[in-house]
């Protein structure tokens, strides 16, 4: 278990590093913050919907913060695939799954935390309709910031099956690159679930991209109840067993049909 | 026109490239396909959705989306040098090989790279231009294809030039600059919609500073028969020559800066 941790505590400090790159980054996604919130409130001004403008621009704006955490990947590791480099880590005596898995989740946390705090205190700042708005209650921020933990594991696993299919076509913009973009379209960032025809709703939040930001926003923002809590965050919790196992098995059957050549 | 043969030689040679790997050349157009499918998907959520947003109806939605994936990625594809590798370029040093030939670096850069995969991009942007103008009853005429072809052109000049300004930040901060982005990138996802939507910071911005209003969306309202900003109608063939101009001037400054380039090495 310490090994684990200490890949984890490694990654967490490379991620605090280059601190120029990120204040760029966070201006950038601040400005695509506002162009987005800028287009809702026109569509809105001409066709209020049942759900309000204040619950569209906090959506957005979490989603904006925690951008990093759904897209982040370890850029290191596809290179040590490509160029046959992996077969080092064979050699450690940890399983290599969970080894990728906390490295994976460090750099997630540290990457979007340090971007995501900025943002969520500057869209705090913003009007009521621009910015983000306060928890419907005290109950439905707490359960929101729990359903946020098994959201990121949720993250993880999925970023380890992305991995684990790039291993195969060692080419990360094949298949992988589909299932970042079905994640990008199904977790609400391209469009927020709650804006998606009600019919798709019934069966998109199911899934296991809405486990990740869509449910924890929706409780958050009250779309959820807190009384709902009940079965989202053990469905939650499901998806995240069900995700990990599956990678698990990915990266197993990887590891027997591996060929390391001489050289 | 010596210049032009070599840039279409280098062209030619830079596909056959690409074709070597073709089950993944393929596979790669087909990720694309579906990426621009995705965003498309968004703007006909939001027609499903919001019907409309001021005077602009659902086919007017798809004709603006249309145009910008047009023009956004037929830059990519005949001018990836700029639009993707510059950076990497000037950090690895291979910008240093150009300075030896007889040819502008400009024009050596423009011809180090193309995205072909971008094709299926362009295709799913033709294909939203033609369902948009069905919706909206748009009657073809000459001039409207020409204004049209005008507005897609000059669009990919201004293009260009506005990643020609990530190219001059990065000769001289050898890093690239993420927040460049936020104008190149960014005017794609703001000026996917009509501009006279957003309130006057955002308008201004993208009508006067990266004036995609002026190249893309005066000449498609005015096709679609609704002017923007109730210009008239000579405006949707003058204000798009701003693509032009802001090129010029990019090339200008990039060739100015150029004389501060400091190799990095190898």
């Known amino acids: ?263 | 026109m010596n210049t032009i043969k070599l840039y279409v030689r280098s062209m030619g040679m830079l596909m056959k490239s690409h074709m070597q790997y073709t089950s993944s050349f393929i596979l790669q157009m087909l990720t694309q396909l579906v990426m621009e499918g995705g965003e498309m998907l968004a703007v006909i959520l939001v027609v499903d959705r919001f019907e409309k947003v001021n005077q602009w109806t659902g086919g007017d939605l798809y004709f603006f989306f249309g145009m910008m994936s047009v023009s956004f990625y037929t830059t990519e594809i005949f001018a990836r040098g700029i639009t993707g590798d510059f950076p990497s370029m000037v950090r690895t040093g291979r910008l240093d090989t150009l300075m030896l030939r007889p040819r502008t670096i400009f024009f050596q850069v423009l011809c180090s790279g193309t995205d072909p995969r971008r094709i299926t991009c362009i295709a799913v942007g033709v294909a939203s231009l033609i369902i948009g103008s069905r919706m909206s009853g748009v009657e073809w005429s000459v001039l409207k294809a020409l204004a049209l072809t005008e507005a897609v052109l000059m669009s990919c000049m201004l293009i260009l030039g506005l990643f020609l300004i990530e190219a001059i930040f990065s000769i001289h901060s050898v890093k690239s600059v993420e927040l460049v982005n936020a104008i190149t990138y960014g005017g794609r996802s703001a000026c996917q919609y009509p501009t006279d939507i957003y309130p006057r910071p955002l308008k201004i911005l993208f009508t006067v500073v990266a004036p995609f209003a002026l190249t893309m969306q005066v000449p498609a309202a005015w096709i679609l028969g609704k002017p923007l900003y109730g210009w008239p109608a000579w405006t949707a063939f003058v204000t798009p020559l701003s693509g032009a101009a802001v090129l010029a001037l990019m090339i200008v400054l990039f060739n100015r800066g150029m004389k501060y380039y400091r190799s990095t090495g190898s």
């Open chain 1, 1 to 263: 278990m310490r090994a684990y941790f200490s890949a984890f505590r490694m990654r967490l400090r490379l991620e605090t590093q280059y601190r120029g790159a990120m204040i760029g980054g966070i201006l950038c996604q601040l400005f695509f913050g506002i162009i987005l919130v800028a287009l809702y409130r026109a569509l809105y001004a001409g066709r209020p919907q049942p759900i309000p403008i204040e619950h569209v621009t906090t959506y957005v704006w979490i989603q904006q913060s925690l951008f990093r955490m759904l897209t982040s990947t370890d850029v290191d590791l596809y290179d040590k695939i490509r160029s046959g480099n992996i077969s080092y880590d064979l050699c450690r005596p940890v399983s290599m799954y969970w080894f990728y898995y906390f490295r994976a989740a460090a750099q997630k946390l540290m990457g979007s935390l340090m971007r995501g705090a900025p943002m969520i205190a500057f869209a705090a700042l913003l009007p009521r309709g621009w910015g983000i708005t306060a928890p419907d209650s005290l109950p439905a921020f707490a359960l929101s910031i729990a359903a946020l933990f098994p959201g990121f594991l949720c993250m993880c696993a999925l970023e380890n099956i992305a991995i684990g299919v790039t291993m195969r076509t060692l080419d990360p913009r094949g298949i992988s690159g589909m299932l970042s973009l079905l994640m990008i379209t199904f977790s609400g960032n391209l469009l927020p679930l709650t804006l998606f025809p009600d019919r798709w709703q019934a069966v998109i939040r199911w899934l296991p991209y809405s486990q990740l930001l869509d449910a924890p926003i929706r409780l958050y923002t009250g779309e959820y109840a807190p009384a709902e809590a009940v079965w989202i965050i053990p469905m939650q919790f499901l998806w995240a067993a069900v995700l990990m196992g599956l990678g698990m098995w990915l990266w197993d059957s990887n590891r027997k049909r591996l060929i390391v050549q001489g050289g």
